[in-house]
């Protein structure tokens, strides 16, 4: 109801879904751009889920979603799930989540058309806990899950803008890789740099394979730095975007999951690069090379050529 800013939604999904992947619920409301990296993914599992979520907005700059959700699991590649006393190639799930968004330095005024945000501030919070409940609605696993990210963005005189985000996760209990972290990976595993030439991702590790990294505790860090646009033409002026990616972290009782390899994130993962957006209709170059404790032996393995693509949806 718009008079308490509260909504209750019901969803039915049966869907394929990236294994590692962890998305907070509150970003539908905020985040609406296209992500390139979807159309690289190879590792996916099958998800039947019926959800049942409340979305409230505390204050203007405060808000919140809590969600409860039944799910049948089903990965489409060979992977066993392996704790104590059971073996799992599927799993049953009853999770509840609640999820925080604040912008304390956000500035918002009342329309005629409800309440707009007039200053987008910085720095943005997000907080995210979720529990599976063992034994509930027919759920076979325990396990938590915390996520936080934030976001700062610092816009300077000569137009250029400045941007660092950092996230961090942390799961324990029985947690199947399904719901572990794959630090956002994409680069597909080819062996040239031509044959791994597509699309670049918004916030993905662009050196790192897929399937390469999984972990239970993480944290990246993203550097991005928008070069005010040369103004060549009135209808041509691309951008030059200086970039810089770290992730960290590890995972306890890998020997768990059973029949994948990969490797943790413990030495620190570094790449650096750049983009040069707005060439032709939204198309543009990208370049990233990876370096420090996850340095490959061959020069071109730690080389990504790729093109970008930015719009908003």
């Given at each position: 109801a718009?008079a308490?800013?509260?909504?209750v939604?019901?969803?039915?999904t049966d869907?394929?879904?990236e294994?590692g992947?962890?998305a ?5 409301r905020?985040?609406s751009f296209?992500e ?10 099958r998800?039947?889920t ?6 409230h ?5 405060l808000?919140?979603e ?10 489409t590649?060979n992977?066993?799930f392996?704790t104590d006393d ?5 799993f049953h799930?009853t999770?509840?989540k609640?999820a925080l968004?604040?912008s304390p330095?956000?500035?918002f005024e009342?329309?005629?058309n409800g309440i707009?945000?007039?200053i987008?501030?910085y720095?943005k919070?997000?907080?995210q806990?979720t529990?599976?409940?063992?034994n509930?609605?027919?759920?076979n ?8 990210r934030t976001i700062y ?9 400045t ?6 996760g942390?799961?324990y ?13 994409n680069n ?5 740099i031509?044959?791994r030439?597509?699309?670049a991702?918004?916030?993905s590790f662009e050196?790192m394979?897929?399937?390469e990294f999984?972990?239970?505790r ?6 991005k ?6 103004k ?7 951008q ?9 972290g590890d ?5 768990r999951?059973?029949n994948?390899t990969f490797?943790?994130?413990e ?5 650096s690069?750049f ?15 990876r ?10 393995d730690?080389?990504?050529?790729k093109?970008?693509f930015?719009?908003?949806?």
């Open positions: 718009e308490t800013n509260t909504w939604n019901f969803s039915y869907d394929l879904q294994t992947s962890s907070f619920l509150t970003d539908k905020f985040f296209f390139p990296r979807l159309l690289n993914i190879d590792l996916f599992h998800h039947i019926k959800a049942l979520s409340l979305e907005q505390f204050t203007h700059n808000i919140s809590t969600q409860l959700a039944i799910s049948n699991i089903s990965p590649y992977y066993i392996a059971h073996l799992y190639r599927e799930l999770t509840a609640i968004q604040w330095f956000s500035e009342q329309t005629k707009v945000e007039k987008d501030g720095p919070f997000t907080l806990y529990k599976n409940i063992d509930l609605l027919g759920s696993l325990n396990f938590s899950k915390l996520d936080f963005q610092l816009k300077h005189k000569n137009a250029s803008v941007e660092a985000t950092i996230t961090g942390f799961a209990g029985n947690v199947p890789l399904t719901h572990l972290y794959h630090a956002y990976p597909i595993r080819k062996s040239t031509m044959q030439f597509s699309v991702g918004i916030n050196t394979f897929f399937n999984f972990s239970d993480f944290t990246t860090f993203q550097f730095h928008y070069v005010n646009p040369f060549i033409a009135p209808r041509f002026k691309p030059l975007v200086l970039i810089t990616r770290y992730a960290l995972m306890s009782h890998i020997e999951h059973q994948v490797g943790t994130l030495k620190g993962y570094s790449e690069g983009e040069v957006n707005k060439l032709l209709f939204g198309f543009g170059l990208s370049f990233a090379y370096y420090g404790g996850y340095h490959l032996p061959a020069f071109e730690n080389v990504a050529f093109f970008t930015n719009v908003n949806l």
